[in-house]
Structures are given as C-alpha cells and as structure tokens.
C-alpha cells in the first residue's frame, strides 16, 4: 500500500516546528526594534547633552568675568560678563526643565529641545583667587517618554569643566 499524504502525527510534528521557528524569529525581530528604539533614545539626550555642555562651555571660554555663582559655590544658574555689551551679560537657566540662554536684554532661548527634559542643572565655580575663572558643569538629561515606555526609559548625568580665557 502506498500512502502519498500526511499522518496526524506527522503534520502536527510539522506545524509544532514552524510555530517554535516563528516564535524564536518574532522574538529576535522584536529585540531588535527595541534595542534600535532604545539606541534612538539614547543618542537623542546624549546629542541634546553635548550641543548644551558645548554651548556653555564655550561662553564660559568666552566670557571676562563669571558673576555668578560666586568663587566656591555651586547654583543652578551661571552668569558671565561678556566682553560684547550685546551679549552682556549671559544667563544659563533652567526653566521647567528646558536649559535657556539669555543673552544681554535679549529674550531666553530654548538650547535642549523638547524631546528631553532636563531635571537638575549644576554649576560650580571651582575659581581660585587671581585666576580667569572655572565652572564645573553638571547636568542630568531625560528622554521625555510620555507613554512610559521601558525601551524609551533613558536618563544620564553629565559633567564638564570649563576655564575662561583671557586674551
């Protein structure tokens, strides 16, 4: 007797191994858009990090004077006299969870974007007397994630320290 088709068996063998194939290449699918969201996530406050640690960095290398936090004390605003009266002086802040600049009589300027949220924004100035000026900056940067995501679940402190530089 010759059979051409399929026992029960053999076919709910056959279905068992597709399903196991299916869900190991779903799964390894899924990991990988997750891992790909949270890298997304991750270079998005690291970017909004770096171009505002720069920015403050270079108008602490800029400026003549720092105003404000006094010589050993830490605030969460820094002030720099500048030597362009225009820009004189420059106000880093931290508004409802947006660093700003405020330069001369100008208007604050938004520097993070709105896709994170900065919670905590620290300058010290580590100045010693007779010396141009220091500022340590600290600041911690969020992804805003307003569906509490776990995979858009990103938060990192940063630090930098920069030197006024008398010309």
């Known amino acids: 007797m010759n059979n051409k088709g399929f026992t029960l068996l053999e076919f709910l063998i056959y279905i068992g191994l597709v399903s196991i194939i299916l869900i ?3 799964a390894i699918a899924l ?3 997750s891992s790909e969201a949270k ?3 991750i270079e998005e406050v690291s970017q909004n990090a770096r171009f505002t640690m720069e920015k403050i960095a270079t108008s602490v290398r800029n400026a003549e004077v720092i105003n404000n936090p006094d010589q050993d ?3 969460s605003s820094l002030s720099l006299q ?4 225009v820009q004189n002086p420059t106000i880093f802040n931290l508004l409802d969870g947006v660093v ?5 009589i100008g208007s604050p300027v938004n520097v993070t974007s709105s896709e994170v949220n900065v919670s905590e924004l620290i300058f010290s100035n580590l100045s ?3 010396t141009p000026g220091t500022v340590r900056i600290q600041m911690t940067v969020k992804l805003v994630n307003p569906d509490n995501r776990q995979e858009y679940k990103v938060e990192r402190t ?3 320290t920069a030197n006024i530089r008398k010309n």
């Open 31 to 33: 990991n990988v858009f």
């Open 39 to 41: 890298l997304s996530a």
């Open 100 to 104: 700003t600049i405020t330069e001369g």
């Open 73 to 75: 004390m830490s605030a």
């Open 24 to 26: 190991v290449f779903g």
């Open 158 to 160: 940063y630090f930098t």
């Open 82 to 85: 500048m030597a362009d009266t």
């Open 128 to 130: 010693y007397s007779a």
